[in-house]
């Protein structure tokens, strides 16, 4: 017997023979490891499988989703590369190397995604085993160990600063699925998050927020105001975590979640707001943005990545990131965009998954509102005129959903890390007093929802009188509001125009010890709004309220 037959019958007669690879009931079983009781929850094998596979794909790959598709267990798929990969890596290309279970799921796997199976298809599947063995030898530890060991599960939860789920897990979001039964791409293999594990399934119906990172007044304003309206109306907040529109939508969240003051049990509670990054959780950014992802993580959000926590955020990462915001939208909103913005990547991805795709147009004049324009124009965007646009929309207006006591209990991985969130949201609760709208109906919700952001005229209502500047003190501002509203005060007694561009540089030119950037900015400003002390027109405009 030659040495290529006595590999292979070795091969095929190991534990990964054809039953086995079928078989959940011994593989797939919850862990109880004293590394996972410590934190009040266990991590099923299967999804430590799955994020130990993610790791040696290094991001989606079509010949893993093919295997699996054809019926490989992930936990037996581990096993075979944990325990055979180095000796398939060195074998020969031919379908001898490989157990034929493999093979078989291969081809079928193929033949379920619609790809033809020739040959070169079947040089990806050893070339794409060659490859996960070279990333499996730099994990760090011995790839034989149980993966209920200390060492597995301290990698796959970044020594228990992370949740990971996969998609048996209730709290997975199911739009994921349409990424390969819509347009034939790979879905995650897991999600690694920060933050409340639940948000990622709050919502029915999340809208996607998206725009270029260099962005100007009119588009921080269409971001924060659209961020802030699709969460007073209950919905979820999606978008990558960047600077300039991305980080403004979540701002807009995170206000409308942290001004909320319900005045009866029909109101809506504000939908929170979720990151998607292009890069492990160990790697999120920009430095700029830390107190944004805080504050997401403590007004019950989260921060998600399909990736492993020590993956470098590549630009070839961010195109992939962007399809997981549109998979996981039902309805995505162009804000302001260049013609080379990665917004635009997002759009495409939400027409191909048969999304709902708005944008909002913008001066013509203005380089940075091409790529909004020229979605309207090529008609691959709806056009958005106004924010009661928005508010129709949106599905009608709903309380978040909560994942049950029973299904989380029975399916639960590691728990959400949130500690510290009741003292900041007390804190935000103190700083900026909201007024949300309150009706019965859906519909009414929805107009009072736009009234509210567009703040054009104080109510008549006794809530916003009591917020007017004529009856409250300012005396319980910060000192950063404070030197706001004198910046935006002396502007207009010197006939000038105040917008939040120009605000920063006058406050960071006079500001010593510490300079602001766009994001406090926009919480300043948005906070102020709130509260009555000021108005900012579409334009961005700013004017002290009833000056």
Not at 263 to 288: Q, R, Y
Not at 355 to 373: F, L
Request: hydrophobic residues 35%; neutral net charge; proline residues 4%.
């Amino acid at each position: 017997m030659n040495r290529r037959e006595s590999d292979r019958r070795e091969l095929n007669n190991t534990e990964l023979n054809r039953t086995e690879l079928d078989c959940t009931a011994k593989n797939d079983v919850w862990s109880t490891s004293s590394t996972s009781e410590s934190n009040g929850g266990s991590i099923r094998d299967s999804t430590v499988a799955r994020a130990l596979l993610s790791y040696c794909s290094d991001g989606p790959d079509p010949v893993m989703h093919a295997l699996v598709l054809g019926g490989i267990q992930v936990m037996a798929l581990w096993q075979l590369l944990a325990e055979h990969g180095t000796r398939m890596a060195q074998s020969t290309h031919t379908s001898h190397s490989l157990p034929k279970a493999v093979h078989d799921a291969f081809v079928k796997g193929m033949e379920i995604r619609n790809q033809c199976q020739t040959k070169p298809s079947l040089h990806r599947l050893y070339d794409a085993i060659v490859r996960w063995e070279h990333r499996k030898a730099t994990l760090g530890f011995d790839a034989t160990l149980d993966v209920r060991s200390d060492a597995v599960q301290n990698w796959v939860t970044a020594d228990h600063s992370m949740w990971v789920i996969a998609p048996d897990h209730p709290c997975w979001p199911s739009q994921l699925h349409d990424l390969p039964n819509t347009v034939g791409w790979s879905s995650p293999m897991c999600l690694w998050g920060q933050g409340s594990m639940e948000a990622v399934a709050r919502c029915d119906h999340p809208v996607a927020i998206v725009g270029s990172r260099q962005i100007n007044d009119y588009g921080r304003r269409m971001a924060m105001l659209s961020g802030r309206l699709v969460s007073s109306l209950g919905h979820t907040v999606i978008s990558g975590g960047a600077l300039g529109a991305d980080a403004f939508a979540h701002w807009g969240a995170v206000q409308a979640q942290e001004s909320y003051e319900p005045c009866s049990e029909s109101d809506v509670k504000p939908g929170s707001t979720i990151a998607v990054f292009a890069g492990g959780l160990n790697h999120i950014g920009p430095a700029s943005n830390q107190r944004l992802f805080e504050r997401i993580k403590a007004n019950h959000g989260a921060l998600i990545s399909e990736l492993s926590p020590d993956s470098i955020p590549e630009a070839r990462r961010f195109l992939l990131r962007n399809r997981i915001i549109a998979a996981m939208s039902r309805q995505i909103i162009v804000t302001q965009a260049r013609t080379r913005s990665g917004a635009l990547n997002t759009a495409n991805w939400g027409a191909n998954l048969l999304r709902e795709v708005y944008a909002i147009p913008g001066d013509i004049e203005h380089p940075h509102n091409a790529g909004c324009n020229a979605l309207i124009r090529d008609a691959k965007a709806s056009i958005i005129t106004s924010l009661e646009d928005i508010a129709q929309i949106c599905s009608p207006s709903h309380t978040p959903t909560a994942v049950s006591a029973a299904e989380f209990l029975e399916a639960s991985a590691l728990p959400s890390n949130e500690s510290g969130s009741s003292h900041m949201n007390a804190h935000a609760h103190a700083s900026s007093h909201g007024i949300i709208a309150n009706s019965r109906s859906a519909t009414s919700r929805k107009a009072e929802a736009v009234s509210h952001h567009v703040q054009q005229a104080p109510s008549k209502s006794s809530r916003r009188r009591s917020h007017s500047p004529a009856n409250r003190k300012t005396s319980g501002l910060s000192q950063e509001q404070e030197y706001v509203l004198e910046c935006i005060r002396r502007n207009a007694l010197e006939s000038k125009d105040s917008t939040a561009d120009s605000v920063m540089n006058q406050l960071n030119a006079k500001l010593k010890d510490a300079k602001l950037t766009s994001a406090d900015i926009a919480r300043i400003l948005g906070s102020l709004e709130i509260l009555g002390f000021i108005d900012q027109s579409i334009s961005g405009s700013l004017r002290i309220r009833d000056s």
